[in-house]
C-alpha cells in the first residue's frame, strides 16, 4: 500500500506499453495518475496540473528527457516538483547527468512493480514532509508576525497610558504650583507702585525735614551714621524698581507654566506655535544659563509669519520640552571634549526656525551643534524604552511619547536628521488645520 493515496503522478513516456504497464501500477495503487507522450507535451501541461511527481522517460523522439528535465527545473513554477527519470540507459555517466539536471532518482527499464512503488513512494513522503515543513515555517512566521504587532501595540498602549498620567500629573502640577504663585506675586505687583509711591514721600520728607532741622544733634547723627542714611536713601530708589523688575518676572513664569500645562484646552484648539516655544524655553532657561563648566548656551531663533495652529496645545509642548532638553543634554555631553575656552571660542548654539510648508503644514525645526547621533542609534531613537543615557538619567520615552504625539493625535511628521561631530536637528511638521 502506497504512504500517500491522494497524491497526483504524470507519467512522460512515448511507448504505449510502458505507459499501459505503469498506469495500471499507480493508479492500482490509489495515485491520481495523467499521461502524456512527448517532452513537448510534458512541458505545456505540467504548469497548469502542479502533479506531485513525473516519472519521465529519458529516450523520447523531439525534446529528450533530459531537456525536459532542464526546461522544468528552470520555471519557478514548476522547478520544485520532483522527477524520477525512466532508462534503460545503464552507463553511469547519464545517471549524474540526470541528477546534475535536477532529478532525484532513476527507475530501471525494465520496469518492475516493487521498485517503483518504493521510489514513488519515497520520494512523495519526502515532498509532503518538505511541504508540511514549509507550511509549519509559514505559520511560525505568521504568529511571529502577530506576536510582534501585539507586542507594539501593547508597548504602545503602555506608553499612551504613561503619557495621559505624565501630562495629568504634570499638568494638575504646573496648574496649581502657577495658581498658588500667582495670587501673592500679584498682590506684590499690584502693591509696588503704592510702595514705590510712599517711599518718595517720605523721602521727600525726610529731605524737608533735614532743610529745616539740623542734622548737628549728637543722637540725630549718630543713627544717621550707624544705619548709613546717605547710601540708604540713595539704594532704597534703586531697589524698587528692581523689586517690580523681579515681581514682572515671576509673572512671565507663571504665564509661561500655565501656556505649557494648557490644561483647560483638552481639545484641539488654534494656538500661537511661538507661544508655546517661547513658554518651554522660559521653563528650560536655568539649563541655557552659562555654568563653571560651560558658557551659556545661545539660542537662535529663526521665526517665520505664522497663522494660528489647531493642535493639541499642552501636548506639542510636551514634544517642544523632550527636543529641546535633549539638544540641552547633547550640547553638556560636549563638555568633557573641550576646555572653557575652546567652548567660549565656539559656543553651544540651539536654532529654532518655524516656516509654513504650502500653506497646509507647519514646521518646526530645532537643531544642535552637539556631538550628532550615530547611524546605528538614530535608527531606534523613536523605539520605546530604548535610552543611550546611563541608569537614572532617562526613561527610553521621551521621544517615543513625541513621535507618537506628532504622528497619531496630530496626523503630523516627526524626523530625525544628524551628522557625527556636526549635531543635529528635529524637524516636527504638523497640518495647519486637522481634519475631523
Not at 65 to 77: A, D, M, Q, V
Not at 94 to 119: C, F, M, S, W
Not at 263 to 284: C, P, R, Y
Request: with cysteine.
Amino acid at each position: 500500500m502506497p504512504l500517500i493515496k491522494t497524491n497526483s503522478i504524470l507519467v512522460v513516456d512515448d511507448n504505449t506499453n510502458n505507459i499501459r504497464v505503469l498506469f495500471e501500477i499507480l493508479h492500482n495503487s490509489g495515485f491520481q495518475v495523467s499521461v502524456v507522450k512527448s517532452g513537448e507535451m510534458a512541458l505545456e501541461k505540467v504548469p497548469s496540473i502542479q502533479p506531485d511527481l513525473i516519472l519521465l522517460d529519458v529516450m523520447m523522439p523531439g525534446i529528450d528527457g533530459f531537456e525536459t528535465c532542464h526546461r522544468l527545473k528552470s520555471n519557478e513554477s514548476t522547478k520544485e516538483i520532483p522527477i524520477i527519470f525512466m532508462t534503460a540507459l545503464s552507463e553511469v555517466e547519464n545517471k549524474v547527468k540526470g541528477l546534475h539536471l535536477g532529478a532525484v532518482d532513476y527507475i530501471t527499464k525494465p520496469i518492475q512493480v516493487e521498485e517503483v512503488l518504493a521510489r514513488v513512494n519515497v520520494h512523495l513522503s519526502l515532498r509532503n514532509t518538505k511541504i508540511e515543513l514549509l507550511d509549519e515555517i509559514s505559520e511560525r512566521r505568521q504568529a511571529e508576525i502577530k506576536l510582534q504587532q501585539t507586542l507594539k501595540d501593547l508597548q504602545a498602549a503602555q506608553i499612551q497610558l504613561i503619557q495621559s498620567e505624565k501630562m495629568s500629573g504634570l499638568g494638575q502640577m504646573v496648574a496649581g504650583v502657577a495658581h498658588e504663585i500667582n495670587n501673592p506675586v500679584n498682590f506684590i505687583y499690584g502693591n509696588i507702585d503704592y510702595l514705590d509711591e510712599y517711599t518718595k514721600n517720605l523721602l521727600r520728607m525726610l529731605n524737608l525735614y533735614q532743610q529745616i532741622y539740623s542734622m548737628n544733634q549728637p543722637e540725630v547723627q549718630a543713627l544717621a551714621e550707624e544705619i548709613d542714611l546717605e547710601f540708604l536713601v540713595k539704594d532704597l530708589q534703586k531697589l524698587l524698581p528692581s523689586m517690580k523688575m523681579g515681581a514682572e518676572r515671576i509673572r512671565n513664569i507663571v504665564l509661561s507654566l500655565r501656556n505649557f500645562s494648557r490644561m483647560d484646552e483638552a481639545e484641539f484648539k488654534a494656538v500661537d506655535i511661538h507661544e508655546g516655544i517661547e513658554s518651554t524655553l522660559m521653563i528650560l532657561q536655568y539649563r541655557l544659563k552659562d555654568r563653571p563648566e560651560r558658557p551659556a548656551i545661545e539660542v537662535i531663533r529663526d521665526y517665520g509669519k505664522l497663522p494660528l495652529v489647531e493642535c493639541y496645545a499642552g501636548q506639542l509642548n510636551q514634544v517642544l520640552m523632550n527636543i529641546l532638553a535633549n539638544a540641552i543634554d547633547a550640547l553638556e555631553e560636549t563638555c568633557s571634549h573641550y576646555t572653557y575656552q575652546e567652548m567660549k571660542q565656539n559656543p553651544h548654539k540651539i536654532m529654532i526656525r518655524t516656516f509654513l510648508s504650502d500653506s497646509q503644514w507647519v514646521t518646526i525645526a530645532i537643531a544642535d551643534n552637539g556631538l550628532g547621533i550615530p547611524d546605528k542609534v538614530k535608527n531606534r531613537i523613536f523605539d520605546p524604552f530604548f535610552t543611550t543615557k546611563p541608569v537614572g538619567k532617562g526613561t527610553g520615552l521621551g521621544l517615543a511619547i513625541s513621535y507618537q504625539i506628532i504622528t497619531q493625535k496630530h496626523g503630523g511628521k516627526l524626523d530625525c536628521l544628524s551628522t557625527p561631530g556636526q549635531g543635529t536637528e528635529f524637524i516636527i511638521k504638523i497640518p495647519v488645520q486637522q481634519r475631523n
